[in-house]
């Protein structure tokens, strides 16, 4: 069984800092390409960060580019979003996915939607307040 779960979500102030967990189960985060996504209440699901299965290349969002950072630490096989300077639209329920069968190429577009992720978790809530 292969399943991925995410933590760390909560409040946090603006210019403040959060960090995202993704905790993988089943598979190893440094063989798969992984992301994470989000979703604004009332929004349309948006890419935010990606990591490519071999070389780890990350690729971000204009959205997010400069105040994220996407890593993964295979020892703990563990996929995290940092957040720097959130601002109030980050506000989302955040989501780590996983490519496991390999429809993404050597490379991984931020902005190319969910359909070549197939393991989703449950998701985990950030609230930056104003």
């Known amino acids: 069984q292969w399943q991925v779960v995410e933590s760390g979500g909560g409040l946090v102030q603006p210019g403040g800092s959060l960090r995202l967990s993704c905790v993988a189960s089943?598979?190893?985060?440094?063989?798969?390409?992984m992301a994470w996504f989000r979703q604004a209440p009332g929004k349309e699901r948006e890419g935010v960060s990606c990591i490519s299965r071999d070389d780890g290349d990350t690729y971000y969002a204009d959205s997010v580019r400069g105040r994220f950072t996407i890593s993964r630490d295979g020892a703990k096989n563990t996929v995290y979003l940092q957040m720097s300077s959130p601002k109030p639209e980050d506000t989302a329920v955040y989501y780590c996915a996983a490519d496991l069968f390999y429809a993404t190429g050597s490379y991984c577009d931020p902005t190319g939607g969910s359909s070549n992720y197939d393991t989703w978790g449950r998701g985990t809530q950030v609230t930056v307040s104003s």
């Open positions: 089943g598979f190893s985060v440094k063989r798969y390409t």
